[in-house]
């Protein structure tokens, strides 16, 4: 590693703690209790699109296999069975396998934070204030500029759209065609996808990445894309069409900054995704870690009805000081 | 070579769908929901097109073997930049929509590097720095003596770029023909 010889990217790095600070002030007048939480952990819940770190604990003969926690989930969803509350963790998340590019470290900071009754449409309503509340105390003038036209970022309403009436608008993909695995694969075919050994998650994310996502949140708003299909669910509740998950995300300058759901509280699906997923990790050879049982457990014991967002921060905070990468926002890296 | 899609690079010439294309840009990206993605805008080599793209990270990618000549620059007409090898008098022709904005930036007779595929020209390799000679340029404005001023000026290839108020006619400045900025005088 290099040495340091000259303090760099000061006044970035002095922006993200100006939006640390507007973070814990929003979370700290609407009730939201600040928990620390460990990273390292002895189970994690399979994630077969997630690595993870892997490390040992060591006393005498005494051996523990410990793992980075990808994301706060496990410790966060436990709080709330046990009756925390509406809580938030800002702290570091580890995640494996994804080089260091403008928009990824293996380390990096999460923001995940959970309200109690409320559901995926009004956690967005909440994630917005939130935007407008950073956005009236960060003090810079050059931030939160929007890609097309250069206008500052307003954030005082979402520009909305379900996953069905995007992929129509910009990749001309029909509802029809979209929920059908067969056609859908069919339609990426045509249009040039390489669907050798490639599911329809797989297609559905590069269609998403290339043809959708360069058009989200370009033109002064925040963007909402709600209702992902049921395919990419993950820990969310389905809706009613059989066909959705109660799943969005949002994106600033074409880039996915958060992601909420109304979090599935039925322990029984929650387990039989556990084993698909664990399953797959197997197929992909990734690393063979224990399974939190427990947080199954916990699912049963009873989770409260409530809405989970998750924010990668670095993310948030490049929208605020108009940067281009995270690596410009850190004082020192490892890169 | 077969390479995996997650170490694609800029530069690189890939096959996509039936053409040759050169990689503009290319970004690891994980949405976490699905497999880990290369994000890569692909510069089409006959249509001059750039089209967005999302490889998967592990999925296998030819990228080509190119070969660089070294070409002199002879002239250009509407549509074409021509080149010619010097030892066999061999003259390519490459479109200026697929050499693009640094073509601004050529000055007849100068050497460049042509990448070739199967004996055909792709486009060139972009040099790192040019030099020109200004030939029109106004002088600074009165007054205007805010550190870090700029003014544009006129190049010899007809190019305009914009450089530090100081900076007269008839001197000869280097520029990165990538970004089309004054770097400094020569």
Not at chain 1, 22 to 49: C, Q, R, T, W
Not at chain 1, 70 to 92: D, H, Q, T
Not at chain 1, 207 to 230: F, H, I, N, Q, R
Request: with cysteine; glycine share 6%.
């Amino acid at each position: 590693m290099k040495i340091v010889t000259q303090i760099k990217n000061l006044e970035n790095y002095k922006i993200y703690l100006q939006v640390e600070k507007a973070v814990h002030g929003f979370m700290e007048k609407n009730n939201y209790l600040k928990v620390d939480l460990p990273v390292l952990s002895p189970a994690l819940i399979p994630e077969s699109y997630l690595e993870i770190f892997e490390t040992e604990f060591n006393y005498f003969d005494k051996k523990e296999k410990l793992y980075l926690t990808p994301s706060p989930e496990i410790f966060l969803k436990r709080l709330l069975v046990a009756g925390v509350g509406n809580c938030y963790y800002l702290g570091r998340a580890y995640r494996n396998s994804e080089p260091n590019s403008d928009w990824h470290s293996s380390e990096f900071t999460m923001l995940e934070f959970y309200k109690l009754g409320i559901n995926y449409l009004e956690m967005a309503e909440e994630v917005l204030k939130l935007l407008q509340e950073i956005s009236n105390k960060v003090k810079n003038p050059s931030f939160a500029k929007a890609t097309e036209g250069k206008q500052k970022l307003k954030f005082d309403r979402w520009e909305k759209y379900s996953v069905t009436e995007a992929f129509e608008k910009f990749a001309g993909i029909k509802k029809e065609e979209l929920f059908n695995e067969k056609l859908f694969i069919k339609k990426a075919k045509n249009k040039g996808f390489n669907i050798d050994n490639t599911g329809y998650e797989d297609l559905f994310s590069q269609m998403l990445a290339a043809e959708v996502e360069p058009k989200l949140g370009v033109s002064g708003y925040p963007t909402l894309l709600y209702d992902l299909p049921k395919q990419m669910a993950s820990l969310a509740k389905l809706n009613d069409d059989g066909l959705t998950a109660q799943r969005c995300e949002f994106y600033i300058n074409g880039l996915e900054v958060g992601g909420f759901c109304t979090e599935l509280n039925d322990y029984k699906e929650q387990q039989k995704r556990f084993i698909l997923e664990a399953k797959k990790r197997k197929q992909n050879k990734m690393i063979d870690h224990t399974i939190d049982k427990g947080f199954v457990k916990a699912l049963k014991y009873g989770l409260p009805f409530c809405t989970g967002a998750g924010i990668g921060f670095e993310r948030l905070v490049m929208i605020f000081s108009n940067t281009k990468s995270i690596d410009e926002l850190k004082l020192i890296s490892i890169k | 070579m077969r390479v995996n899609a997650g170490n694609l690079k800029k530069g690189e010439f890939v096959f996509f769908q039936g053409e040759i294309c050169q990689v503009q840009k290319a970004d690891f990206y994980s949405p976490g929901k699905g497999a880990a993605l290369m994000k890569a805008r692909l510069k089409n080599l006959i249509s001059a097109k750039n089209v967005e793209y999302a490889y998967k990270s592990n999925e296998q990618v030819e990228v080509l073997d190119v070969a660089s000549v070294d070409m002199q620059y002879i002239y250009k007409d509407q549509e074409n930049l021509y080149f010619m090898d010097e030892r066999t008098f061999n003259q390519s022709a490459l479109p200026i929509s697929v050499v693009g904005e640094i073509s601004r930036f050529f000055k007849e007779g100068e050497k460049m590097f042509v990448y070739m595929f199967d004996d055909k020209p792709l486009t060139i390799r972009p040099p790192m720095s040019v030099r020109l000679k200004i030939i029109e340029a106004d002088d600074a404005a009165k007054g205007d003596t805010v550190s870090g001023a700029k003014k544009p000026v006129t190049v010899e290839t007809g190019a305009t770029v914009m450089v530090p108020i100081f900076v007269k006619v008839g001197e000869t400045i280097s520029i990165n023909p990538e970004t089309g900025e004054y770097t400094g005088r020569v």
